[in-house]
């Protein structure tokens, strides 16, 4: 086998991986972010290209063709070997949302063509940050957040003034005694070329402060695999109790996909302008640099894709009726009554979530369009699901409430038939 890019990202993988990826010989990338890979990797003799990991393998000496290698949001345990040093060609690491314990390698700093380095962010690593680390001239974003990293920060970093060190994203929220002093020095070096996201504190009406990383680490039980309800492209949804035993969801993006941080924006700016009982409610938020959720309040009954096609679940005719009537209640309210006019671009079954008493919920805004009065807009990437998008919609990107509307069409009989728009059996409706 000759694989060059095999992607398992958010697949609902458990388990070990088997033993055959490390038949592809050329193998450069591989992605297994957003899975719930556990346990140890036996010993690959064969391994020369490929890298194969759950608990990271100290036989990465061969991997020396690897160039991006993506693990984040698994459960990968104990430490980082200092064979990642011999990754020569490596270019794009990216570990975070893990349980890796122990220091950082200081091999790290022999990997010269490394230009993003997201290893460390929301695990365990102790210890101190290595001087060679301040050696890799290509490097344009790090984050080593939310650990349990010691001080000082080592003045090699000042030194990263060369031309390829363009995006600098020096992220270094390290939860222990980084002294004040370096880090003011280090921001004023860097404050010219970092993108800071505009302040959302007056996104969200009626929060009272974000909520912060640690109260959703304690909510969510470290955002443990029993807390996990739902994954998609963008990031995870995890179950919560927060301090005053609220039960919410808990919406984390994952930063390292193209979008996510747009589509967090997006969500925040359409919430600060609507508030209708069948529109899921945000409680609040948490922002940081290389972090960002939303709290949501939580649906017992999940969403009605899972009602409509689940056999643990069956809904009757009325129940089916009154859910679409909360529906058509969201978006009258979407189209007519808001302060500016919102139009969805993306209703489908699986974005309507059920409360305790079956009541609907029109849920993720992360491709809403904000439109003035009633003129329509075009935008050049569509982003809506096939199967629900109108064609003026799907084919030329023209937004208009008439997209919402035929979305809904399509959306009723899917609900009323039981058969979704793309199914074979359901062309004839």
């Not at 020396?64 to 980082?80: D, K």
Request: proline share 4%; hydrophobic share 40%.
């Amino acid at each position: 086998m000759h694989y060059e890019l095999p992607t398992f990202v958010s697949n609902h993988l458990s388990g070990k991986i088997p033993t055959s990826l490390g038949q592809c010989i050329k193998l450069q990338v591989i992605l297994l972010s957003l899975n719930d890979f556990m346990g140890s990797i036996p010993t690959f003799k064969d391994i020369r290209k490929a890298l194969i990991v759950c608990e990271i393998p100290s036989n990465l000496s061969h991997c020396r063709e690897l160039r991006v290698l993506s693990l984040s949001f698994n459960q990968l345990t104990r430490g980082i070997p200092q064979a990642i040093g011999s990754l020569c060609n490596l270019e794009e690491l990216y570990l975070a949302f893990n349980k890796l314990t122990g220091g950082i390698p200081r091999e790290i700093g022999n990997l010269s063509n490394l230009n993003i380095l997201y290893p460390f962010s929301k695990n365990l690593v102790s210890g101190y940050i290595p001087r060679r680390m301040g050696k890799l001239q290509n490097l344009a974003k790090l984050s080593l957040s939310q650990n349990r990293l010691q001080s000082p920060i080592p003045v090699e970093f000042g030194d990263l003034k060369t031309k390829s060190f363009i995006k600098k994203y020096i992220l270094l929220t390290i939860a222990s005694t980084v002294t004040l002093v370096a880090f003011i020095v280090l921001w004023i070096r860097r404050r010219d070329n970092m993108e800071i996201p505009a302040p959302i504190d007056s996104w969200l009406p009626g929060t009272h402060g974000k909520i912060s990383y640690q109260q959703l680490l304690y909510a969510t039980n470290d955002f443990g695999g029993d807390n996990l309800i739902g994954k998609g492209s963008l990031g995870m949804i995890y179950k919560g109790v927060l301090s005053n035993g609220l039960n919410v969801a808990i919406k984390v993006f994952n930063l390292e996909f193209q979008g996510a941080l747009r589509s967090f924006n997006s969500e925040c700016e359409v919430m600060q302008r609507i508030r209708h009982q069948n529109l899921v409610k945000i409680i609040n938020c948490c922002s940081n640099l290389d972090f960002k959720a939303l709290v949501l309040k939580y649906m017992p009954n999940g969403s009605l894709d899972k009602g409509l096609y689940s056999h643990n679940h069956f809904l009757d005719l009325i129940q089916r009726l009154n859910i679409m009537i909360d529906v058509a209640s969201a978006l009258e309210y979407l189209h007519l009554d808001c302060s500016s006019l919102v139009v969805h671009c993306d209703l489908k079954p699986n974005n309507v979530l059920l409360d305790d008493d079956m009541v609907a919920h029109v849920a993720d805004f992360r491709i809403t369009r904000l439109l003035i009065e009633t003129k329509p807009m075009q935008q050049t990437k569509t982003l809506g699901t096939i199967g629900y998008m109108a064609p003026e919609y799907g084919l030329d990107g023209i937004v208009s409430i008439k997209v919402d509307v035929y979305s809904y069409g399509i959306f009723l009989m899917e609900v009323f038939a039981r058969k979704k728009p793309m199914d074979e059996m359901s062309l004839g409706i």
